[in-house]
């Protein structure tokens, strides 16, 4: 089986981690940047996204997640989304910089704050369960992002490379198929290893 990290500093970690093991992954919690060897892909959850930030910058874990995402598959949900992203706004803050999209926090005001919504989106099958919670908003991707799913108009869902990013919640969901494809990403990044 796939062995998939999840960052558990904050947020929805527990939920990420049973997700994966539904989709068939091996999946671990990762606290210390050491423990980032072990394993072949990595989700950074949900959650707040400047208290990350701050937890980070110990122990140089900051930069052994920027060696990490640079080279192994990563999926960023929400607060993860934030973190991965090449630009951040509202405000500005830093990040990874490893997906090439920027990102508007807390886009959608206090009254649209948390939603469930049923959208089509490029997986197949039926249409998916989305829950969001303050989340950003995809303001703009580069030429190198495909958009599996999208909601008024921006992507809530997007790939580039080995990088996978939501801006909902699909561990919050009992649908598998978000979290599938992310372990399906990282079986296939193996396999060209191998
Ligand atoms: N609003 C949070 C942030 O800016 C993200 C919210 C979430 O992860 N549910 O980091």
Redesign the pocket.
Same mark, same amino acid.
Do not use: K, L, Q
């Given at each position: 089986l796939p062995k998939i990290g999840v960052l558990a500093i904050q !947020?929805?970690f527990d939920a990420h981690a049973a997700a994966l093991r539904e989709a068939g992954a091996d999946s671990v919690l990762v606290r210390k940047p050491g423990e980032l060897a072990n394993v072949d892909g990595l989700i950074l $959850?949900?959650?707040?996204? *400047? *208290?990350?930030l701050k937890f980070l910058e110990r122990d140089g874990f900051l930069h052994a997640l920027e060696d990490f995402v640079r080279n192994k598959p990563t999926f960023g *949900? #929400? @607060? !993860? #989304?934030?973190l991965l992203a090449k630009e951040v706004t509202r405000p500005a803050q830093q990040s990874l910089g490893v997906l090439d999209i920027a990102v508007e &926090?807390?886009a959608y005001g206090r009254q649209n704050d948390s939603v469930i919504e049923m959208s089509s989106t490029k997986l197949g099958g039926d249409p998916l369960e989305l829950v969001?919670? &303050? @989340? $950003?908003r995809i303001v703009k991707t580069g030429p190198g992002v495909a958009v599996l799913a999208e909601r008024e108009g921006s992507p809530v869902l997007v790939e580039q490379d080995h990088i996978m990013a939501a801006t909902f919640?699909p561990e919050l969901s009992s649908d598998r198929r978000v979290h599938q494809r992310f372990v399906d990403l990282v079986r296939s990044r193996a396999a060209v290893k191998a």
């Open positions: !947020g929805d $959850p949900g959650g707040e996204s *400047t *208290t990350f *949900t #929400c @607060a !993860g #989304c934030i &926090r807390n969001y919670i &303050r @989340a $950003p919640h």
